[in-house]
């Protein structure tokens, strides 16, 4: 709570105070999970995948022609997965969702003035856990011999969603910008994020045909990589306008 509180004290003076645009946005897309894993016996493997959409609104403030503040909030659900030889023992299932709060910088660099931009933002996201206190899920599953792949798969899995009840993440992205004469801004972004704690853990064991048992941990730092669609407008015309009549 008190990082929320500072993120808000900092960027609070700065909307009350600029004489430029202030604008509202809406940011939505697919979203990429990152997990990372320990492995006993070599077989698990863990890439990124999709699991759901991730949305948010934004609320941004322009500094000056260059550069802006944004902050906003946006509802990441969080999926776990792990894949054992190949994709053919794949676990896939719900893990947390978190309330992220975002303070960022963005720079932009215009092509066509008025028209197109090209933009990059770096800031800092807070997460809360919402699923703190939960006792995580545990689940299994087991392959059979196919024509397509030979082995026998057989795991269990046991998850722990409350390591944290906050987390933290730099936030960075690159984004194309393009301006109506309306003055609403449509944005194609790609966006990476980077924890440092782990927010989610799966202890493993898996079986391959007749071989012994095998161990791993799976886990995530939160990290995640998303490709967004944007729109925003700038509220600030509503006063403006009134100021001027």
């Given at each position: 709570?008190?990082?929320?509180?500072?993120?808000?004290?900092?960027?609070?003076?700065?909307?009350?105070?600029?004489?430029?645009?202030?604008?509202?946005?809406?940011?939505?897309?697919?979203?990429?999970?990152?997990?990372?894993?320990?492995?006993?016996?070599?077989?698990?493997?863990?890439?990124?995948?999709?699991?759901?959409?991730?949305?948010?609104?934004?609320?941004?403030?322009?500094?000056?022609?260059?550069?802006?503040?944004?902050?906003?909030?946006?509802?990441?659900?969080?999926f776990e997965s792990f894949r054992i030889r190949g994709d053919f023992g794949y676990s896939s299932s719900n893990a947390i969702v978190a309330i992220q709060i975002p303070v960022r910088i963005r720079g932009?660099?215009?092509?066509?003035?008025?028209?197109?931009?090209?933009?990059?933002?770096?800031?800092?996201?807070?997460?809360?856990?919402?699923?703190?206190?939960?006792?995580?899920?545990?689940?299994?599953?087991?392959?059979i011999p196919n024509s397509v792949s030979l082995d026998s798969i057989r795991t269990q899995a046991v998850s722990n969603y409350s390591l944290r009840k906050t987390y933290h993440l730099v936030d960075m992205?690159?984004?194309?910008?393009?301006?109506?004469?309306?003055?609403?801004?449509?944005?194609?972004?790609?966006?990476?994020?980077?924890?440092?704690?782990?927010?989610?853990?799966?202890?493993?064991?898996?079986?391959?045909?007749?071989?012994?048992?095998?161990?791993?941990?799976?886990?995530?730092?939160?990290?995640?990589?998303?490709?967004?669609?944007?729109?925003?407008?700038?509220?600030?015309?509503?006063?403006?306008?009134?100021?001027?009549?």
């Amino acid at each position: 709570m008190k990082s929320v509180l500072l993120s808000i004290l900092i960027v609070l003076p700065i909307f009350l105070y600029s004489q430029n645009d202030t604008y509202i946005g809406l940011e939505f897309g697919p979203k990429f999970d990152i997990y990372q894993n320990v492995d006993n016996g070599e077989y698990l493997h863990t890439p990124p995948f999709f699991s759901t959409p991730i949305v948010g609104l934004v609320l941004g403030q322009e500094i000056n022609d260059y550069l802006s503040l944004e902050t906003g909030v946006f509802i990441n659900d969080y999926f776990e997965s792990f894949r054992i030889r190949g994709d053919f023992g794949y676990s896939s299932s719900n893990a947390i969702v978190a309330i992220q709060i975002p303070v960022r910088i963005r720079g932009k660099l215009p092509i066509v003035k008025d028209k197109f931009d090209v933009s990059a933002h770096l800031g800092y996201s807070l997460a809360l856990n919402t699923s703190y206190g939960s006792t995580g899920g545990s689940g299994s599953f087991s392959t059979i011999p196919n024509s397509v792949s030979l082995d026998s798969i057989r795991t269990q899995a046991v998850s722990n969603y409350s390591l944290r009840k906050t987390y933290h993440l730099v936030d960075m992205g690159l984004s194309l910008d393009y301006t109506f004469k309306s003055k609403i801004t449509l944005s194609l972004m790609g966006n990476y994020l980077r924890g440092f704690n782990r927010v989610v853990e799966m202890d493993v064991k898996y079986w391959i045909n007749d071989q012994p048992e095998q161990t791993a941990l799976v886990y995530s730092n939160g990290d995640y990589y998303s490709i967004m669609l944007g729109i925003k407008y700038p509220i600030s015309n509503l006063w403006k306008k009134k100021q001027k009549e």
